[in-house]
């Protein structure tokens, strides 16, 4: 069975949830913190070895303190992430356990996931090395000036919305990062695309939302109790009951 290490980029600024409290990763959702309901999609599974979570290093005691629990029984690896979420995984791979064949990144502030989603995406990159959860674009696109005035209708034909899990190859992830640069990029499928290997898109959920609001919140927790509960593997880590999967 091919391993995967899952990485869950939490470092941002989170610009636009304008909540003095707390960071989107960090709120709490439906009795959990966000990046939790991320993380416990993965953390049972048995092809999964290893869940690291990326934070600021101006989060990180916080984090450290605030989880230490969590991060204990679940087994979590935490680094330092960067100013930009390319910095993020770049610090993240540099931790990946060298049996890792795959390498899964997923948004931790994107807790509205379903099993069936995940065994897709990493099915396809298991057959093709490289996929990503996306969704077929059904609005109206328009580009839009500065001053706010439309330029163009954009044909929405074979354009697609990227989400996460994005699932890759460790040496072609490993591989792209390094002849990216420090180039930014909005997503991680971008390295590999600029690296010429073909990634394949599987189709996700409008579901699979990310919190970038506060309102976000009251819209995952109404989906989160919709979805299908996590499959239930033997806990990983020897303290853990699996009421914290429930």
């Not at 707390?22 to 599974?45: D, E, N, T």
């Amino acid at each position: 069975m091919p391993k995967f290490a899952v990485i869950l980029p939490a470092a941002g600024s989170s610009s636009r949830f304008r909540d003095r409290n707390y960071k989107k990763p960090f709120a709490p959702l439906a009795g959990r913190a966000v990046w939790l309901h991320s993380a416990h999609r993965f953390i049972q599974r048995r092809d999964v070895l290893q869940v690291i979570v990326a934070v600021s290093p101006d989060d990180r005691e916080y984090f450290c303190e605030k989880f230490a629990s969590e991060i204990a029984i679940l087994g979590i690896h935490v680094v330092e992430g960067g100013k930009e979420r390319g910095d993020s995984v770049r610090n993240a791979l540099a931790t990946v356990k060298p049996e890792a064949d795959f390498v899964c990144i997923h948004d931790a502030a994107r807790p509205c996931l379903a099993d069936p989603w995940i065994d897709a995406v990493f099915a396809e990159a298991e057959k093709t090395g490289a996929a990503i959860l996306a969704v077929p674009a059904v609005a109206t696109l328009k580009q839009v000036a500065n001053d706010q005035t439309i330029v163009k209708t954009i044909p929405r034909n074979g354009i697609w919305e990227a989400q996460t899990p994005q699932v890759f190859r460790r040496d072609w992830l490993l591989a792209a990062c390094e002849q990216g640069g420090s180039s930014p990029v909005t997503d991680d499928a971008q390295w590999i695309e600029t690296a010429g290997h073909p990634v394949r898109v599987v189709p996700g959920s409008s579901l699979n939302i990310k919190i970038t609001t506060r309102e976000d919140l009251s819209l995952a927790e109404k989906i989160l109790e919709i979805l299908p509960k996590p499959k239930l593997a033997e806990p990983r880590h020897p303290f853990a009951d699996d009421d914290l999967w429930r």
